[in-house]
């Protein structure tokens, strides 16, 4: 079998195996879904890449390994200038490709819902080693960090993002909606969230939030539980509280 024949072999094995895994889990946001789709096309672009590497290392290994008692060098390669044009050309096209699509058009996809009026704000601090929450307009705040954060389905909800003065550097990432940005002293971030499934951290640990940036301590103990019910559930939640 050629060289190239198991590269392509590789490749076909590897893209199938990629495509039948649910590595992350299903995601539950509109921006989780641009997110996915576009890490499913760079996959399935670098696969190639990869397999190609691995094949001709593998090449390199078997046909040019030492036979007998053979002690002198083959005469040297200087240059292939074929090769690293096409492979320079390749890789640039490849690298402008992906910075338009899904690099360009994903963040505009998922910048378009800024614009819009969120149907739920909740403001965030982080300290350490918990996060704080406070339902704008709501009446309703979370200050413990064994408290759920309790989200309505099919809704955009703008999460206002800061710590405390005094604080360091934390990070607020939701996994199931595959979005993340720090929460840094003095500075007031945002992140717009469209949600698409009912959740809960009891069925998927991926409904928490997680600090996901190196804190102190306690860093990995900073999270809280997500569950995303139905408008009507959320609203007598709400009342509730």
């Known amino acids: 079998m050629t060289a190239g024949a198991i590269w392509v072999l590789l490749t076909i094995i590897a ?9 992350f889990g299903d995601a539950a946001s509109e921006q989780g879904e641009f997110i996915d789709d576009a890490f499913v ?3 399935l672009l670098a696969i190639p890449i990869l397999t190609f590497v691995i094949t001709m290392i593998g090449y390199v290994f078997f046909k040019f390994r030492a036979k007998g008692d053979e002690l002198e060098d083959s005469a040297p390669t200087r240059t292939h200038t074929k090769w690293v044009g096409f492979w320079l050309i390749w890789t640039t096209v490849l690298c402008l490709v992906v910075i338009v699509h899904p690099g360009y058009t994903g963040l505009l996809e998922i910048r378009q819902t800024s614009a819009e009026e969120p149907d739920l704000t909740v403001n965030v601090t982080g300290r350490r080693w918990q996060w704080m929450y406070e339902y704008e307009g709501r009446g309703v705040q979370l200050l413990m960090k064994d408290d759920t954060l309790v989200l309505p389905n099919h809704s955009l909800i703008r999460f206002n993002i800061t710590a405390e003065d005094q604080d360091v ?4 990432w939701i996994p199931a909606f595959r979005m993340k940005i720090d929460a840094v002293p003095g500075l007031t971030t945002y992140m717009d969230v469209n949600t698409t499934e009912i959740g809960h951290f009891n069925d998927d640990v991926n409904f928490r939030v997680q600090c996901a940036e190196l804190c102190g301590k306690d860093h990995s103990l900073m999270f809280t539980r997500v569950e995303v019910v139905e408008p009507a559930e959320f609203e007598q ?3 509730n509280r």
Do not use: G, P
């Open 41 to 43: 096309l760079l996959m």
């Open 15 to 23: 893209e199938l195996s990629f495509t039948s895994l649910n590595i």
């Open 169 to 172: 550097i934390h990070s607020f």
């Open 237 to 239: 939640w709400i009342t």
